[in-house]
């Protein structure tokens, strides 16, 4: 064998490579350097040392993206198996219907959020005209506010990797299940759950790391009182001389990213080596 | 588990006029069928005959239209496949591929709550008997198809169902597997006395393992025998032509005991048709007898001679109908060959919706009778 089809794989990898060389390692390198470089130019920690002031919105990040992440696993899977067991055509009608928000721009999106839950918007005047004038539900500009924000806009990317591991698993298998004594509940979770796993765990990693880090839905659901350290971060690169703290904020967030992400694939991992769930 | 051999007499199921469409295209025509404990059953016919839906019907997965489903006296029409007395054995294993060996095993039992030690006890019994002993803790997708096909028996014999169904077990798995599979089928289901109900498209298979056959065609029960009866005695063109080799021609029944075909007038064994009335002829190939041209019953020209390793597959041509005759005699093409036909080794049957569609061996080939068996059956 010639080494040609080698030459020619690697040519044919070259546009990707030099894609990820400019668009993903050089910004990481970037800000590494922002980060450890300090006052004098020199290496130093001194800009994770100013981090402390930021403990807060990390806290909250952290917290409002597990919540979200939770919701959307809640509502996600039963909703994700429900259009498993649909016909293939019902099948790509109710796929198109999760995935149509995501192709109005998330800015708008989140205008529209606000404008539903403001105290004299769309929702509360429904409320009004059943209930009565003086029923106002204060939503907007609350912590359940963000975390709604996160929730509509992440919810497709739990259900359509859980949707497209459950929509593979073999339909036998259900029927091998209930032959062997399962109800239906009973094959749920004692079959199509365990081999969801993965889908699950990919569906709680996509919707976990864009929350984490996301911006602006805080800004105006929250009403700015809410710092979350994507705001944060956006923030500090508004401000030249706070480059080098922004930096470091990025450095951290990643590394709870990839740390969470970590733990994630290990958990599925284990549970791809057998063992039942429940 | 019984050491009792054989089937006995009590009705076990009972399907009553079972009818069942799907999109508009009836795959079931009222289906009357009686299986008694202890039997090897086997239903057999071509793809789309509908013995894999009859089988669904069975396990609960599929709801008959019209007709009863009776097991042991009580209807179970609407019962679900979860509570019926019966297991399955899928025809692609269907094993869960996040379980060990163990584990797929212990499934029916961890579902009814036995006792762990139970459960270690009856595992183990079941590897003994599928011959796995050793395979607890492999990864069933690490399996060659008839270790899976093993596993998959022992997970559906571990609950003791009163009936085992297997839905064509043995279609995966090469020729030689096959056979030994086929044997260990017979001796699992003699050690453990439970009933067997078998679908297949491979009549060698039904007729070496079966205490009774059902061949079907377009959704109708053909013939329901011994493999005995089934292969001397076909009731009708389909099943003759369907199991082994047929010389299958249009005769006349002139009175009981004597019937005319081929020009010719033959003594037989059968009675009791109309007099003069049409009917179909079959001979076995393997049946008929080579004489010298002076004794002859018949006369024909050698077209074709197939060695076939212990006998010689001939086709003669007497009068433009190609019969195939089974010889270890040696004959040449070209040759005239007179044969002689036994009263004993003549079927007749009865005129019926497959007559005239199965002819002589003048377009027969090897190949094409083998691609036809390739099974396609959709499992709704």
């Known amino acids: ?278 | 588990m019984g050491e009792s051999v054989g089937m006995n007499n009590e009705k076990l199921i009972e399907l009553r006029n079972i009818s069942k469409s799907f999109d508009g295209e009836q795959i079931l025509k009222s289906i009357n069928l009686d299986i008694h404990k202890k039997e090897f059953i086997t239903l057999l016919g071509p793809s789309g005959c509908g013995k894999t839906t009859t089988l669904r019907i069975i396990a609960g997965f599929v709801t008959p239209d019209e007709g009863e489903v009776i097991f042991e006296g009580k209807k179970i029409n609407d019962l679900p496949p979860h509570k019926r007395n019966v297991n399955t054995v899928f025809q692609r294993y269907a094993l869960f591929p996040h379980l060990n060996v163990y584990e797929n095993i212990a499934f029916g039992l961890r579902l009814a709550k036995t006792p762990d030690e139970e459960i270690r006890t009856r595992v183990s019994e079941m590897l003994s008997l599928v011959n796995l002993r050793g395979f607890e803790k492999r990864d069933v997708t690490s399996l060659s198809g008839g270790q899976q096909q093993r596993v998959a028996i022992a997970r559906a014999l571990i609950n003791r169902p009163e009936v085992l169904l297997l839905d064509e077990p043995l279609g995966a798995l090469d020729l030689k597997l096959r056979k030994d599979m086929q044997v260990e089928l017979k001796r699992m289901q003699r050690e453990t006395g439970i009933t067997f109900i078998y679908v297949t498209h491979d009549q060698e298979e039904a007729l070496s393992m079966s205490d009774t056959v059902v061949v079907m065609a377009n959704g109708s029960i053909q013939q329901i025998g011994t493999p005995e009866k089934i292969y001397n005695e076909p009731e009708n063109a389909f099943v003759a032509d369907f199991i082994g080799e047929s010389n299958i021609v249009n005769g006349t029944m002139i009175k009981d005991y004597t019937v005319s075909f081929a020009k010719q007038v033959f003594t037989c064994e059968d009675a009791g048709f109309e007099p003069n009335e049409p009917v179909d002829v079959v001979v076995r190939p393997e049946d008929i007898d080579i004489v010298p041209l002076d004794k002859a019953m018949l006369t024909g020209q050698v077209t074709a001679v197939t060695f076939k390793g212990d006998y010689y597959e001939v086709i003669v041509d007497i009068d433009h109908f190609k019969w195939m005759i089974e010889t270890t005699d040696r004959v040449e093409v070209g040759q005239t060959l007179g044969i002689s036909i036994d009263p004993y080794e003549i079927q007749v049957m009865k005129k019926s919706e497959f007559s005239g569609m199965f002819g002589d061996y003048s377009t027969f080939s090897d190949e094409i009778e083998h691609l036809s068996d390739v099974e396609t059956e959709e499992t709704k």
């Open chain 1, 1 to 278: 064998m010639t080494p040609r089809p080698k030459n020619r794989r690697s040519l044919a990898a070259a546009p990707h490579m030099v894609w990820a060389i400019l668009f993903i390692v050089a910004p990481l390198i970037f800000v590494a350097v922002y980060a450890f470089r300090g006052q004098n130019g020199g290496f130093s920690f001194e800009n994770f040392a100013a981090l402390g002031d930021y403990t807060d919105a990390f806290v909250r990040s952290a917290s409002y993206s597990l919540i979200a992440t939770v919701i959307c696993l809640v509502i996600g899977y039963p909703l994700a198996y429900a259009i498993s067991l649909a016909s293939p055509k019902a099948q790509r009608v109710l796929i198109m219907m999760v995935m149509l928000p995501m192709w109005i721009n998330f800015l708008i999106r989140t205008y529209a959020i606000m404008k539903l839950l403001e105290d004299t918007g769309f929702v509360n005047s429904v409320l009004q005209k059943i209930f009565g004038e003086e029923v106002t539900l204060h939503m907007i500009n609350t912590p359940g506010a963000v975390i709604f924000g996160m929730v509509y806009d992440y919810l497709p990317y739990m259900v359509l990797p859980i949707f497209t591991v459950l929509s593979k698993i073999d339909p036998k298998l259900g029927e091998a299940a209930s032959d062997l004594g399962c109800s239906k509940i009973q094959t749920l979770f004692r079959v199509t759950l365990p081999l969801s796993v993965s889908g699950v765990v990919s569906g709680i990693t996509m919707v976990f790391v864009p929350s984490i880090s996301t911006f602006y839905i805080s800004q105006k659901l929250g009403g700015g009182q809410y710092l979350l350290i994507g705001d944060a971060i956006e923030r500090a690169f508004g401000n030249p001389e706070k480059y080098s703290v922004g930096a470091a904020m990025s450095f951290v967030l990643m590394l709870i990213v990839l740390v969470s992400t970590a733990i994630m694939n290990r958990f599925d991992r284990d549970n791809a080596k057998g063992g039942v769930v429940v």
